[in-house]
């Protein structure tokens, strides 16, 4: 099945600095990569996704880059505030006949400080 | 438009012990997912359904976890009997069909078992 490994597992970054997390992938026919920011107490939430037929997504501060070659890709935050501190978990989806599940990364805890 | 409910939050049980967990869907959608979570870990499927029908339990614990989707609305996942290892926060999570739709997450139920 799809393993999905993503570092770092925290991260600390100052207030107005970019913060990067990256996952790598091991099933070559996975297709979508949501991203997802889970806040304590709450289930995950999606901030953003790409597909394997795009390179590159941008959603204000938040954009995602995909290398299906090397199977990774990555979560860039911009300008990171205070309320960008929550844990991210990556995914990776391959579809079949069985369904569409998410696979998903350990999660890192991100961290901003004012 | 309202989001996936679940109750209860949290249950406190003993080993042994039965639990049941009830979810229901964003009005309209199809598929509805079963994940858990360990803490410290991204949420892993433990049954997906379409409708009313079941398209993946290839990792649910069938000697020890149930669960239906009558209707095709809501459902209901039991664990009989529960081991210390279920402690652990169960999401539920919708989309409005299969493949890449956007899966939209509960806020879970936090279990534990002494």
């Known amino acids: 099945g799809e393993n999905v490994e993503q570092h770092p597992s925290t991260l600390s970054v100052q207030e107005g600095d970019s913060a990067v997390i990256k996952c790598t992938y091991s099933?070559?026919?996975?297709?979508?990569f949501p991203w997802y920011k889970q806040e304590l107490g709450k289930g995950p939430q999606l901030i953003i996704d790409i597909r394997s037929n795009v390179g590159e997504k941008k959603d204000q501060r938040i954009a995602v880059t995909l290398n299906k070659t090397a199977k990774h890709f990555s979560l860039h935050i911009t300008e990171t505030q205070p309320e960008d501190s929550a844990v991210y978990f990556c995914?990776?989806?391959?579809?079949?006949?069985?369904?569409?599940?998410?696979?998903f990364g350990k999660g890192t805890s991100l961290l901003v400080t004012p | 438009e309202a989001g996936v409910a679940q109750s209860p939050r949290y249950k406190i049980i003993e080993k042994r012990q039965s639990v049941a967990f009830w979810c229901n869907p964003i009005?309209?959608?199809?598929?509805l997912y079963w994940y858990q979570q360990i803490l410290g870990q991204g949420p892993k499927l433990l049954i997906q359904f379409q409708n009313n029908g079941v398209v993946d339990d290839s990792q649910l614990p069938k000697d020890r976890f149930s669960a239906e989707r009558l209707k095709g609305v809501d459902s209901t996942l039991k664990i009989q009997p529960a081991k210390l290892e279920d402690s652990a926060v169960y999401l539920c999570a919708s989309s409005f069909g299969r493949g890449q739709d956007t899966q939209y997450f509960g806020p879970g139920t936090r279990l534990t078992v002494l």
């Open positions: 099933d070559s026919a996975s297709n979508y």
């Open positions: 995914a990776a989806v391959v579809g079949s006949n069985s369904g569409y599940a998410l696979n």
């Open positions: 009005s309209g959608h199809a598929t």
